[in-house]
T-cell receptor
Framework: AQSVSQHNHHVILSEAASLELGCNYS??????LFWYVQYPGQHLQLLLK??????LVKGIKGFEAEFIKSKFSFNLRKPSVQWSDTAEYFCAVTDSWGKFQFGAGTQVVVTP | DGGITQSPKYLFRKEGQNVTLSCEQN?????MYWYRQDPGQGLRLIYY???????QKGDIAEGYSVSREKKESFPLTVTSAQKNPTAFYLCASSMNGGTEQFFGPGTRLTVL
């Protein structure tokens, strides 16, 4: 069975700091990879996705993620965070059968 | 307005009662999903359906049931057999299995 592991449950950082959230998955076949964000009081929304091609993908709001197949990783990055990036971030994996697996989430708090 | 609606936003039930959560989408998506979100555990898949009149169990299907009689609707019943039903329930849909999911606003169920 596939699984998704997010390295940190809580991250606190100051505005303008760089952010990197780790995500590792275990699955032997072809996968699609996603990062979702849940801002306080809002729906889950897609930040970015990787299906194939360039392993460095860019998403909304200045986020990017790098797929490293040999490490089964899909880490999320942002060079300079803002207070509005305070949210919970979820990594997700789906196989060709369409069954999604989400990580436990990382709560990010950006202080002014 | 295209999207996913879940109703109600808050739901209270007495222990031992079955309760049905509504999920409707007008995105013409084939696949629909139900998740349960608990603090520190991320999203856990309850059931998913890739096509009308067909659905599969997710990771935590025990105590839940679903139906998919129409493409746009995927109601979830939380039965009295579910040992810990108090949670936040999220419905999602996608064009087909494996593509990005769109999420509804969620229903917070409290069993008293």
């Amino acid at each position: 069975a596939q699984s998704v592991s997010q390295h940190n449950h809580h991250v606190i950082l100051s505005e303008a700091a760089s952010l990197e959230l780790g995500c590792n998955y275990s699955y032997g076949g072809t996968v699609n990879l996603f990062w979702y964000v849940q801002y306080p009081g809002q729906h889950l929304q897609l930040l970015l996705k990787y299906f194939s091609g360039d392993p460095l993908v860019k998403g909304i709001k200045g986020f990017e993620a790098e797929f490293i197949k040999s490490k089964f990783s899909f880490n999320l990055r942002k060079p300079s965070v803002q207070w509005s990036d305070t949210a919970e971030y979820f990594c997700a994996v789906t196989d060709s059968w369409g069954k999604f697996q989400f990580g436990a989430g990382t709560q990010v708090v950006v202080t002014p | 307005d295209g999207g996913i609606t879940q109703s109600p936003k808050y739901l209270f039930r007495k222990e031992g009662q079955n309760v049905t959560l509504s999920c409707e989408q007008n995105l013409n998506h084939d696949a629909m999903y139900w998740y349960r979100q608990d603090p520190g555990q991320g999203l856990r898949l309850i059931y998913y359906s890739q096509i009308v009149n067909d659905f599969q169990k997710g990771d935590i299907a025990e105590g839940y049931s679903v139906s998919r009689e129409k493409k746009e609707s995927f109601p979830l019943t939380v039965t009295s057999a579910q040992k810990n039903p108090t949670a936040f329930y999220l419905c999602a849909s996608s064009m087909n299995g494996g593509t990005e999911q769109f999420f509804g606003p969620g229903t917070r169920l409290t069993v008293l």
